[in-house]
């Protein structure tokens, strides 16, 4: 097969990390696949993140070894250490990955909430009931002025979850890593929602709970993630908070459908939360890694 690989511009550039990405297409000029390649940075800069597509009428015709190529020695011109890329517990990416020389380091359980199905009532049994010391914040898009440092500095809740065999690094947040990440949901239409557990002895965030919500308010939310710092854990404030994120969702968002979950297979912790608050499985990824 004649196989075109074309450098594409990528409108998702950002402040933290680029993209590159690239169009196979055939002799007639007819895509065929594509590839996207995030080179991170702020503690990441070892790694680079692939997201690689192959039509399911052109498949087993080179295409994807190509754009692999093209994606792995772009990864090494940058200085990258390794390339993750996820795909499907047995669908074909996930074949692919592990025959190119990719080993698997992670596995990620998918799960739904329905919001048909959401019991308010137990919901707010959950966020009401007393957290001694902790009270409870939250706000829509960029985190307040008062409280921007302190967020910041919580996003540390996420340096020890559980990676099993995969090396991402520790990423560097800061109060303006923390508006950008806001500013890029906004800037492409969404809605970004967060709940905090605060400190009441000081002030400060003990953890975090983050929700994007599509900009037409229906379909399903995704969350971004749930941490709680470990000097602040075993207080239940993890299960407080996601009640909270899906409670207030519940509530402003009539049309939504669902939040959708990703947890690591090995996060027990999480998986539990989850599972307790009425999240069912969907399906399962792997994280595969291949090392330069």
Do not use: C
Not at 61 to 87: C, F
Not at 138 to 159: E, I, N, Q
Not at 175 to 190: L, P, W
Not at 276 to 286: A, D, E, I, R
């Amino acid at each position: 097969m004649s196989l075109r690989i074309t450098p594409l511009t990528d409108p998702a550039h950002g402040p933290h990390g680029r993209r590159l990405a690239w169009l196979a297409s055939d002799a007639d000029s007819l895509p065929a696949g594509t590839a996207f390649l995030r080179l991170l940075d702020g503690g990441q800069d070892h790694l680079a993140e692939l997201d690689l597509r192959v039509h399911p009428a052109e498949r087993r015709k080179g295409v994807g070894s190509r754009l692999l190529d093209t994606a792995v020695a772009t990864a090494r011109d940058n200085a990258r250490r390794r390339i993750v890329a996820q795909a499907e517990a047995g669908s074909p990416g996930d074949h692919f990955l592990a025959a190119r020389g990719f080993r698997k380091v992670l596995t990620f359980r998918y799960t739904r909430l329905a919001m048909a199905g959401v019991d308010t009532t137990v919901l707010a049994g959950i966020v009401e009931r007393p957290h001694p010391g902790y009270r409870l914040a939250s706000w829509r898009g960029t985190v307040p002025d008062d409280l921007a440092r302190t967020f910041a500095a919580s996003r540390r809740a996420m340096d020890d979850m559980p990676v099993d065999d995969a090396e991402y690094g520790t990423v560097a947040w800061d109060v303006d890593r923390v508006r950008a990440a806001a500013k890029a949901v906004e800037q492409r239409g969404d809605h970004l929602h967060s709940v905090v557990a605060i400190d009441a002895s000081n002030g400060s965030i003990a953890g975090f709970t983050e929700l994007v919500i599509p900009g037409n308010g229906a379909g399903d939310g995704q969350h971004y993630g749930t941490g709680v710092l470990p000097e602040h854990r075993g207080h239940g404030l993890g299960r407080w908070m996601k009640a909270e994120s899906i409670r207030q969702a519940h509530s402003d968002y009539p049309d939504l459908a669902g939040l959708l979950a990703d947890t690591a297979d090995s996060n027990a912790h999480m998986r539990r939360i989850n599972d307790g608050l009425g999240y069912t499985p969907t399906h399962t990824t792997h994280q595969h890694q291949l090392d330069l």
